[in-house]
């Protein structure tokens, strides 16, 4: 790999890093304003707003400049958003403003590689980005519940608040966003050394009606064909859950292992170690033609979370939600490789990429809209957590009873080298 590649990979952590910290410090930020619980999964749902909403035009902005330079400028954007806190912008609206420099940074990420890169360096580049991402969310998570713990704010207060000199940070939450501040301001820094590749797109679409048109069929295409359908579903649904179950561990945590905040970051922490085990397992033991066999695993993985329920050890939690976080990353990892292969062969990588993001964001929406609407209808957490777990089974089975169907019409091995050049 060349220093270019490195450069974009500091860049990418150091973005994720404040990315996932911030959501810690932005509950926190609520919880201060005693906000309802239900503005709580609200803050995620802000987030991936502008994901889909824009989905039809982030990939032709980001082939309209240099990647590095649109990654710096969503790195400012993220910097803006968190700066308007200190103005005393509601949290809901400075979190949608960082989640708008998140959607823009998305497609210039992934895009960069193919022109930085060999075609036979691009599996690598990928393993390497999730891998550093999943780093970075567990640090990040980490590093949110230090900043939200009883002493790391107040001590970042203390050392912020300088005599004779009024600053804008008053609060301990306040003094932990200057710390993500400043990751985001590292990441930027580094986005203005990532290389010019030289790689052009001059006949970018710039017509709204247009784009939004070719994105459609674009999706159109990807949920007809017989194996993009299954696999778009599969992580469609296991990126809506994977969201909700986030704060559905953080309010559980509270609730039957009374553990505050700060502590329960790192149940979040264990499940992202599970993911990473379970990803790193699949990739050795999953090839692609067998990719399908581990949809099983999904439908398991639903009956396990309904399982929480049952326990109140902090000692039987930490495995539970491992051995969670193993069967998601073991069963998601060869769907998202079938997923990335089929978009390939039916339209280029950068359009299945929108779709991709598009359908996982819609589908994290709708999940957290549904799980807000419970806590404000003041549902019992097991209940919400026992419905949410048969659901996640539930359409598992189904997506599962269709690809049976699917096959009954055509040989699905035959499909994977279709079209193939």
Known sequence: MNRGFYTIMAAQFFSSLADNALLFVAIDLLTSMKAPDSLTPLLKLSFVLFYVLFAAFLGAFADSLPKGRVMFIANMIKVVGCGMIFFDVHPLVANAVVGFGAAVYSPAKYGILTELLPAEKLVAANGWIEGLTVMSIILGTVMGGALVGPHGG????????????????DTPSEASLLVIVAVYAIAALFNLRIPDTGARYPHQETNPARLIVDFANCSATLWRDKLGQISLAVTTLFWGAGATLQFIVLKWAEHSLHMPLDKATALIGVVAIGVAVGAALAARMIPLKKSLTVIPLGILMGLVVASMVLVHSVWVAYPLLALIGLLSGFFVVPMNALLQHRGYVLMSAGHSIAVQNFNENLSILTMLAMYAIMITLKLNLN???????LSLAGVMYLIQRRHAANQAEHDSLALIGEHKH
């Open 154 to 169: 107040a001590w970042l207060l203390s050392h912020v608040d300088m005599p004779f000199f009024d600053t804008p940070v």
């Open 383 to 389: 209940v919400i957590i026992v419905l949410f777990g």
